[in-house]
């Protein structure tokens, strides 16, 4: 890999320049502006999401921010895989994969048995293709069409990766 990227936990000081990238990752697809108006919560990082959850940021050579990682505890096994967004001009650099392998070991260090992710569907190659397997889907319709052409048909895939093999 030509660039260089550093791996750190977030801090509070970050949760503005997570929520600004969180925003322009999802954007990047294509999705409509009332969508995105209806996703503004969820993709607003605060800086007590960052207190109270394990939160990694990937910086480039040059200290920019170019992704981040989320984990979130559901049970004694399980973690959720909350949040992985990548800058959409980082995309495709291996990125986003640094960032899952590093959730994946940070969970197993945690002692998870279990990673889950709630993937958006544009996220679904990049999840198959690190080895999560697709475990359902879930029904989320959205007002009118997105991308895709579709719209009140939208699902999200359902992904979990087995923590005890890595």
Not at 69 to 89: I, M, Q, T
Not at 103 to 116: D, I, K, P, Q, S
Request: aromatic share 10%.
């Amino acid at each position: 890999m030509a660039d260089f990227f550093r791996l750190r936990g977030a801090n509070a000081d970050d949760a503005d320049a997570l929520t600004e990238l969180a925003h322009a990752s999802k954007r990047h697809w294509g999705y409509p502006d009332a969508w995105m108006e209806t996703w503004r919560e969820a993709l607003t990082i605060t800086p007590t999401y960052i207190d109270a959850h394990e939160v990694t940021v990937i910086l480039a050579q040059g200290g920019e921010c170019v992704g981040f990682a989320a984990l979130v505890r559901k049970s004694d096994e399980c973690v959720e895989l909350d949040h992985l967004f990548v800058r959409p001009g980082c995309m495709g650099r291996g990125v986003g994969r640094l960032l899952f392998d590093d959730a994946v070991t940070h969970a197993g260090e945690l002692g998870y048995r279990t990673l889950t992710i709630d993937a958006d569907p544009f996220a679904s190659g990049f999840y198959a293709r690190v080895g999560a397997e697709l475990c359902g889907v879930v029904p989320a319709p959205m007002p009118g069409h997105g991308p895709d052409g579709w719209g009140d048909q939208r699902t999200r895939p359902q992904y979990r990766f087995d923590l005890s093999r890595e």
